[in-house]
């Protein structure tokens, strides 16, 4: 878990966002998201530290992958919310499907983007 920049917020292992209040937390994927969750709970949303809540920002920013769940870490694509991971991107979706878990795209010039671009990583070996 590390600090966000912004109040209570800290990202996860799984690069997600969670915001910790009392005893309860709430979790997101992104950190729009998470801060719409937060208003709808009517609690604050607060930047703390400017340099480190611009760092977050991009750090968030820069892990979409125009699919559902899926995150990219240490060059690895992982499935949020379980074990799952691959090197491929194909091959982290054929696990998921066979697991029965949900495979969707978000961002379909992104999804695309990416699935080419992993394809190619794999093409020039």
């Known amino acids: 878990m590390k600090f966000s920049g912004f109040m209570n917020v800290y990202l996860l292992d799984d690069m997600s966002w969670e915001y910790q209040f009392a005893e309860k937390s709430l979790k997101a994927g992104t950190l729009k998201e998470l801060e719409v969750l937060v208003s709808l709970y009517g609690l604050k949303w607060n930047m703390l530290d400017e340099d480190l809540a611009r760092k977050s920002l991009k750090i ?3 892990n979409k992958t125009g699919f559902f769940n899926v995150y990219k870490k240490d060059d690895m694509w992982h499935y949020r919310g379980s074990s799952l991971k691959s090197h ?11 697991e029965g878990l949900v495979w969707r ?6 999804a695309y983007k990416n699935m080419k671009l992993d394809q190619r990583k794999f093409s020039q070996k």
Do not use: I
């Open 88 to 98: 491929s991107l194909e091959v982290l979706r054929k696990r998921v499907l066979e």
């Open 60 to 62: 968030d920013e820069n």
């Open 105 to 110: 795209e978000t961002d379909t010039d992104l």
